[in-house]
């Protein structure tokens, strides 16, 4: 696994839409690896392809505190949000963005469908963080920064 280096804004990568994942690779294997090293050693709960200059639809969460991640790291490819219910606000950051924090309001429950690790579909419900952290990560994808919500 490799530390990947995180692009910033302005970089326009991370205002490009990323294209969907049409078969699971052996790089794409290892972009999640080295995604979730990223991740992890940057004390993020969530990172997105476009992020470490892939633009491709692919995000990974570890919405947990720092002692207990790595035990359920959600990875998923050509992910997509059916169904939003209620409001909250989070206070994100963003390793793309650093040093700015804001709050934001997302949906509160959603729901989601997409690829799994192994490429298998998924549909399942989220709330809370991880509902934010999905949120955040998905926008990502479409060339969205969470001060755009703001
Ligand atoms: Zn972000």
Not at 66 to 72: I, L, W
């Amino acid at each position: 696994m490799a530390r990947l280096p995180i692009l910033t804004h302005p970089n326009p990568v991370l205002r490009t839409i990323a294209a969907p994942v049409t078969a699971l690779t052996p790089e794409l294997v290892k972009l999640v690896e080295d995604m979730a090293e990223t991740m992890y050693s940057d004390d993020g709960v969530g990172l997105a392809a476009p992020q470490v200059g892939a633009s491709v639809r692919l995000i990974v969460c570890d919405p947990v505190p720092a002692e207990q991640q790595g035990k359920d790291l959600l990875v998923l490819f050509n992910p997509e949000i059916t169904l939003g219910k209620g409001e909250v606000e989070w206070e994100e950051g963003c390793l793309s963005v650093p040093d700015v924090n804001a709050w934001v309001t997302r949906a509160e429950r959603i729901t989601v469908k997409g690829l799994d690790h192994a490429f298998k579909p998924v549909t399942f419900e989220a709330e809370g963080l991880k509902a934010v952290c999905i949120q955040h990560e998905l926008d990502h994808l479409d060339g969205k920064l969470f001060f755009d919500r703001l």
